[in-house]
């Protein structure tokens, strides 16, 4: 596997991210992966907010996630919150790299991803090509974030093991290999996280990935997600006691 990232102009409100695609992107390959980061996406189609203290970032963040802990139940006052059924800091809302504003996530991330694949699929006259939308996130027990993907296009999210036998014949239960994540790490840890304005990058050579010639469908989106109640850490997530955001409720 390849991963290249691209250098951009500084990416400010009123850009345009298809003029922002076209002018810096090189010509795609058949099978490719375009990464693109959520904060491009959100401050070109408006998603910024004047920033002026945190207690409004925590104000926005109320509005922005369906579930939220307050931060003050947290000792280094962040608040963790669930967005699109994934737990972020603050709802993925931030002000670095965004000149004196709280950028938001994209409205509907999902469709902002389709729209940028279904672009690039038309301009560079592909047939398989996949888009992820990336941001980066706090692990348990871990120092350090690492990128994930917000949200994916044009291949399968995960390789299914179950069923299958491992090496030595026994059949596998329960695994499956998150593809859009992997993906996104990797061109997380390639693009930067501070100055380095490398906002694109491209996967070339991922013979693990399995391609489609279209979006998600939505049976493919529910599978996704988790309930808090199934989920292998539900006894940790249901102890605590979450508020519900305005997208929530």
Same mark, same amino acid.
């Given at each position: 596997?390849?991963?290249?990232?691209?250098?951009?102009?500084?990416?400010?409100?009123?850009?345009?991210?298809?003029?922002? @695609?076209?002018?810096?992107?090189?010509? @795609?390959?058949?099978?490719?992966?375009?990464?693109?980061?959520?904060?491009?996406?959100?401050?070109?189609?408006?998603?910024?907010? /004047?920033?002026?203290?945190?207690?409004?970032?925590?104000?926005?963040?109320?509005?922005?996630?369906?579930?939220?802990?307050?931060?003050?139940?947290?000792?280094?006052?962040?608040?963790? !919150?669930?967005?699109?059924?994934?737990?972020?800091?603050?709802?993925?809302?931030?002000? !670095?790299?965004?000149?004196?504003?709280?950028?938001?996530?994209?409205?509907?991330?999902?469709?902002?991803?389709?729209?940028?694949?279904?672009?690039?699929?038309?301009?560079?006259?592909?047939?398989?090509?996949?888009?992820?939308?990336?941001?980066?996130? @706090?692990?348990?027990?871990?120092?350090?974030?690492?990128?994930?993907?917000?949200?994916? !296009?044009?291949?399968?999210?995960?390789?299914?093991?179950?069923?299958?036998?491992?090496?030595?014949?026994?059949?596998?239960?329960?695994?499956?290999?998150?593809?859009?994540?992997?993906?996104?790490?990797?061109?997380?840890?390639?693009?930067?996280?501070?100055?380095?304005?490398?906002? @694109?990058?491209?996967?070339?050579?991922?013979?693990?990935?399995?391609?489609?010639?279209? /979006?998600?469908?939505?049976?493919?989106?529910?599978?996704?997600?988790?309930?808090?109640?199934?989920?292998?850490?539900?006894?940790?997530?249901?102890?605590?006691?979450?508020?519900?955001?305005?997208?929530?409720?």
């Amino acid at each position: 596997m390849h991963v290249k990232p691209y250098k951009t102009h500084k990416i400010k409100a009123g850009d345009d991210i298809y003029q922002i @695609l076209d002018q810096f992107l090189p010509t @795609l390959e058949e099978k490719s992966v375009v990464a693109v980061t959520s904060k491009i996406v959100g401050i070109c189609e408006g998603r910024l907010v /004047k920033a002026e203290s945190e207690e409004q970032k925590f104000k926005l963040a109320e509005e922005e996630a369906d579930y939220y802990l307050p931060p003050e139940e947290n000792q280094y006052g962040i608040m963790l !919150s669930i967005n699109h059924n994934l737990m972020v800091a603050s709802a993925g809302i931030d002000a !670095s790299n965004s000149d004196g504003y709280f950028s938001l996530w994209p409205k509907d991330p999902q469709k902002s991803t389709d729209a940028i694949r279904e672009y690039l699929v038309k301009k560079h006259k592909l047939k398989h090509l996949g888009v992820i939308l990336t941001d980066s996130k @706090l692990s348990p027990l871990r120092w350090g974030v690492t990128g994930y993907a917000v949200t994916h !296009s044009g291949f399968k999210a995960f390789n299914s093991y179950i069923g299958k036998p491992d090496l030595f014949g026994r059949r596998m239960h329960m695994e499956q290999a998150n593809v859009m994540d992997s993906l996104a790490s990797t061109s997380v840890a390639v693009m930067g996280e501070g100055a380095e304005q490398q906002p @694109l990058a491209v996967i070339t050579d991922a013979s693990f990935v399995e391609f489609q010639d279209r /979006k998600p469908n939505q049976e493919e989106l529910d599978a996704l997600t988790i309930d808090i109640k199934d989920d292998v850490y539900a006894s940790m997530l249901s102890a605590v006691s979450w508020r519900k955001g305005r997208k929530g409720s």
